[in-house]
């Protein structure tokens, strides 16, 4: 790995990790998206895949508390305030809950990054899933990324 890749690696990581959230196990490997490997990650789930598409699952206190609609909103506008470019949204529906789904990008460098992020509120807590990488490598991933986002509103 050369040091361009080691440090978009690093990046990634960086901005995937966020802020301290509590700790909320999700029971099984079904979090995690098909052709991705789980590891242990301080107060996150986190699964990587061979090419270095990073994946996480947080959760965060719903302060102040509100809705999805609330959230949904706030997020995108923090989000796209601080330069991250637009790319898509849309609702995310599991069997048990209904969430939001954000795609941005980032150029890091020559290249261009994509960061999808599904939200889901349930009662007193923000669960954030996130995923990161490499824009033409993240597309040959998306699809199982957005599958196992939504089956964790399904484990929530």
């Known amino acids: 790995m050369n040091t361009t890749s080691l440090g978009l690696l690093l990046l990634c990581t960086l901005l995937l990790s966020g802020c301290p959230s ?11 998206p098909q052709g ?3 590891y242990k990650a ?5 699964a990587i895949s061979p090419e270095g598409i990073v994946y996480n699952i947080r959760h965060e206190k719903n302060e102040p508390f509100a809705g999805l609609l609330f959230w949904k909103k706030a997020m995108k506008k923090r989000l796209l305030d601080t330069g991250y470019i637009f790319v898509a949204e849309s609702d995310i529906q599991s069997k048990k809950q209904k969430g939001y789904l954000l795609e941005l990008a980032a150029p890091v460098g020559k290249q261009d990054f994509t960061w999808l992020i599904a939200l889901y509120v349930v009662n007193n807590k923000l669960h954030i899933v996130e995923a990161s990488g490499e824009e033409k490598i993240f ?4 699809q199982a ?5 939504q089956k964790v509103g399904d484990i929530l």
Do not use: C
């Open 42 to 46: 301080a107060k996150k789930q986190a």
């Open 139 to 142: 597309k040959q991933h998306r």
């Open 22 to 32: 509590s700790t909320k196990h999700l029971e099984g490997n079904t979090w995690v």
């Open 145 to 149: 990324i957005v599958d196992a986002a």
């Open 36 to 38: 991705f490997a789980a």
